[in-house]
C-alpha cells in the first residue's frame, strides 16, 4: 500500500510561486508514472501534469510554460513548482499515481491565488 502526502500549498498573490511536495511511502514508488492533478470549486478533478518513471513529463496546456513537475526517486517525492500563478489555478492539489488509483488519493493540499 502506497501513502501520498502533499504539502506546500497556501495563499499567494497573482503571479506569484509555490512549491508543492508529494511524499510517497512504499519503495515501489520508483516505478510509478505520478501525477498532480487538481480539483476547484465545483468542477472535476483534472490532470495538471505527469512525469513518468523516467522522467518524461507532460503537462495540461492552461499549465504550460508556467508549471514544472519533477521527482527525486531517492527521496521518494515528486515535486510540481508553479509559477506565474493566476486565480483560475484556485484549487485543491493532489498526486496520485498516472493513471490514478483510487484507493490512492491523499488530502490534498489548497492553493488560493488572490490578491
Known amino acids: 500500500q502506497v501513502k501520498l502526502v502533499e504539502s506546500g500549498g497556501g495563499l499567494v498573490q497573482p503571479g506569484g510561486s509555490l512549491r508543492l511536495s508529494c511524499a510517497a511511502s512504499g519503495s515501489i514508488f520508483r516505478f510509478y508514472a505520478m501525477g498532480w492533478y487538481r480539483q476547484a470549486p465545483g468542477k472535476q478533478r483534472e490532470l495538471v501534469a505527469s512525469?513518468?518513471?523516467?522522467?518524461?513529463?507532460n503537462y495540461a496546456d492552461s499549465v504550460k510554460g508556467r508549471f514544472t513537475i519533477s521527482r527525486d526517486n531517492a527521496k521518494n517525492t515528486v515535486y510540481l513548482q508553479m509559477n506565474s500563478l493566476k486565480p483560475e489555478d484556485t484549487a485543491v492539489y493532489y498526486c496520485?499515481?498516472?493513471?490514478?488509483?483510487?484507493?490512492?488519493w491523499g488530502q490534498g493540499t489548497q492553493v488560493t491565488v488572490s490578491s
Open positions: 496520485n499515481t498516472f493513471p490514478p488509483i483510487q484507493g490512492y
Open positions: 512525469i513518468s518513471s523516467g522522467g518524461s513529463t
